[in-house]
């Protein structure tokens, strides 16, 4: 079975991706591979210019999903510039294939994003499975608003029923459930998930700081986090917060004893529409003889661009395990690609795992 595998994927040039979602990431997403698409040789910002003899150009969208009119029955590169859309462009969208159809809302919006930041389309919803499957899809990936619960177990059922893969970019537990995990391994498809970590934002800077801690023999005594953001998911996280403070909390427990202090996430939205995130930490400790030390740091980054960058290593692993029938593997990336994962561990370590897993030695 292994080998049909490896022999199938020989032939298969382009990863077709479908996005459940499109606004501030996706647009990140699509713009991003276009840039390298259109500068073959550019290696810069990348964190594996190669996952096995994947590039980020053989990726290739060929649908989209979304509940807003302005974006429903448009092709998805010019659907990503749509709305109340405010990410910074990386590079004109190279001309994609794909349209962007009308999936059910369920509870994918919440009362106040309605008429403002979302419009709802009136249009009939697309039957998803066969859209997937009339567009080829290899995989679907989960890009609508932190907490749409419903919207996301309905989304990785009409997957499962495509025969594609899927990787959940939002906290809502997915791929951290081993019986999600098992359906899509019975069928040799990958779920990768849950909420991805940026390439560099505040869960991974907050992670080193205290990760380098412990190896310092330090103990903890504060440790807040401030995420001030002004796009659509900065919103609806002022109605739904908690889960996305939970995934970060939980990513930043990986290094913690019981007597340190627990890491604090808040999240505000600070109005004036941009892609523009600006991230506070404030660290305390006792060090020698029990003296205090403070570290303060802020980050300040294109959030959506931020989480893109890992994006495009999760399609390309993902269809990666699919062609060599590593499907158990899964668990293992997910440690190094996303915030919550079921096998937690420290960042040096997860990246050793990582490269591992992908054939790459270090
Ligand atoms: N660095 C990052 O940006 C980062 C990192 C980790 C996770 N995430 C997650 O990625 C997600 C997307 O981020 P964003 O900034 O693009 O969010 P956003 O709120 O700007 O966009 C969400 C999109 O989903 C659409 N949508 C809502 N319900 C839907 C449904 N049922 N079916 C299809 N589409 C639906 C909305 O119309 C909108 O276009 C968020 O959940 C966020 O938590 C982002």
């Not at 499957?133 to 890009?143: F, G, P, R, W």
């Not at 594609?164 to 081993?178: D, K, M, V």
């Not at 029990?290 to 570290?295: D, F, G, L, S």
């Amino acid at each position: 079975m292994e080998r049909v595998l490896i022999l199938l994927n020989l032939t298969m040039k382009k990863i077709n991706v479908a996005i459940a979602g499109i606004w501030s990431f996706a647009k990140a997403l699509v713009e991003g591979v276009s840039f390298y698409t259109k500068n073959p040789n550019e290696t810069v910002g990348l964190m594996n210019p190669l996952i096995w003899n994947y590039r980020v150009e053989d990726i290739n969208f060929v649908a989209g999903f979304d509940v807003d009119e302005r974006k429903v029955g448009k092709k998805l590169s010019e659907a990503i510039s749509m709305g109340a859309n405010v990410t910074k462009e990386i590079t004109k969208p190279i001309e994609y294939e794909g349209l962007v159809y009308r999936w059910p809302t369920f509870d994918g919006i919440v009362d106040q994003m309605k008429g403002t930041f979302v419009h709802e389309s009136n249009l009939p919803v697309a039957d998803v499975s066969k859209m997937l499957k009339d567009n080829h899809t290899d995989i679907l990936i989960n890009l609508i608003p932190s907490w749409s619960n419903q919207a996301t177990y309905f989304y990785a059922q009409s997957a499962l029923e495509a025969w594609c893969s899927f990787i959940n970019l939002i906290p809502t537990p997915l791929a951290t459930l081993p019986e999600w995990r098992k359906k899509f391994e019975k069928k040799w498809l990958v779920l990768l998930g849950d909420d991805n970590k940026s390439q560099l934002g505040a869960t991974m800077l907050n992670r080193l700081i205290l990760e380098f801690l412990k190896i310092r023999g330090i103990k903890l005594t504060k440790s807040d986090q401030e995420n001030r953001g002004s796009n659509a998911d900065h919103f609806n996280l002022l109605y739904r917060a908690e889960s996305k403070e939970k995934s970060k909390r939980e990513a930043l427990s990986t290094f913690l004893e019981k007597d340190d202090a627990k890491p604090t996430v808040k999240f505000f939205y600070e109005g004036n529409p941009s892609g523009h995130k600006l991230v506070k930490l404030f660290i305390e400790w006792e060090m020698f003889g029990r003296v205090p030390i403070v570290i303060n740091a802020t980050i300040e980054d294109e959030i959506s661009i931020n989480g893109a960058g890992t994006a495009v290593d999760a399609i390309r692993t993902a269809q990666l395990l699919v062609d060599e029938g590593k499907q158990k593997d899964a668990p293992k990336v997910c440690s190094f690609l996303m915030k919550s994962s079921s096998k937690p561990m420290s960042d040096s370590k997860a990246y050793k795992v990582f490269k591992k897993t992908i054939g790459q030695n270090l």
